[in-house]
């Protein structure tokens, strides 16, 4: 992807519920610009205000939806764009859809949050380094073992709060260059197939696995190691997914230092507390001492 057009029109279809299906152009055009105007990252991403329905209606149609009018599966007609595979039963189809969508949007926002535009005429060595020297926003506001749900935590790191980057367990916010670590302990169901070691070792370590998509040498792995210079990691988590059938919110444990780790796809990180675990919250977390 080198542009979020054309997941930003299948979230679109999917949200109009015309995925299979058809829609309207009117309809289409208004439900990508709302996507926009939700979430600052897909508006930077837009080459046209989302507020100009006639200029984004011309970019959809000269990119995203003529390439995949090309494809065998959509079309489009006249003041309309439609899928043209059977739609039978469509509930499992739309629903693996959505996360696919909603995975590769949130992917390539993360590549674009985690690189920099190099000034024209800049040496590589000399952007990097104008890179790292920029101000670090320390978190503001937040106490230390206090309970945030997620959209109550990205306004403390002067981010917007959307939920296909915060419902990741790892948030990356270049602009202040911090790692957020979204960590639940009981994963239940999501763990199936895995072996999570997401455990306190003691009251002032913590052990946490990475997805497997993280790998020592990529620039998740460098932040969480301290290689990438200026970088703080956040870690906020909570024992369980649910309480009393709703979101479970996460404890924030502070900014923690790199500890060391091993294996690979994934990796064990073990890493330190700023301050220990607090006496009446080690029974809840499994903590001796």
């Not at 006249?78 to 595979?85: M, V």
């Not at 230390?144 to 306004?155: F, G, K, N, S, V």
């Not at 709703?246 to 924030?252: G, N, S, V």
């Amino acid at each position: 992807m080198t542009r979020s057009y054309k997941m930003l029109v299948l979230r679109a279809m999917i949200e109009a519920g015309a995925f299979p299906g058809r829609i309207a152009l009117t309809d289409l055009v208004e439900r990508v610009a709302r996507l926009a105007r939700r979430n600052p990252q897909i508006k930077a991403d837009l080459s046209v205000d989302p507020d100009d329905a006639p200029r984004l209606r011309a970019v959809l149609m000269q990119q995203p939806l003529k390439i995949l009018a090309e494809t065998d599966w959509f079309q489009l007609g006249p003041g309309t764009f439609e899928t043209t595979f059977a739609e039978g039963e469509t509930a499992a189809l739309t629903a693996l859809a959505s996360e696919l969508v909603d995975w590769r949007l949130l992917r390539y926002l993360q590549a674009r949050d985690v690189t920099y535009d190099m000034p024209e005429g800049t040496g590589l060595a000399e952007a990097a380094e104008g890179a790292a020297s920029a101000p670090i926003a320390p978190a503001k506001g937040l106490t230390l073992w206090h309970e945030y749900q997620r959209d109550q935590i990205a306004p403390h790191f002067g981010a917007v709060f959307n939920t296909g980057s915060w419902n990741a367990g790892i948030v990356v916010l270049k602009g202040v260059r911090a790692m957020i670590l979204l960590v639940t302990m009981d994963k239940g169901s999501m763990s199936t197939g895995h072996h999570y070691a997401d455990q306190f070792a003691s009251p002032t370590r913590f052990v946490w696995q990475t997805q497997t998509s993280t790998r020592r040498d990529d620039m998740r792995g460098r932040i969480i190691s301290g290689a990438e210079p200026g970088w703080t990691v956040h870690l906020f988590l909570r024992k369980s997914k649910l309480r009393d059938g709703r979101a479970a919110p996460f404890r924030y444990a502070g900014p923690v230092q790199f500890a060391g780790w091993e294996g690979e796809a994934p990796i064990t990180v073990q890493c330190d507390l700023s301050e220990p675990l607090p006496q009446q919250l080690r029974e809840l977390y499994g903590v001796q001492g």
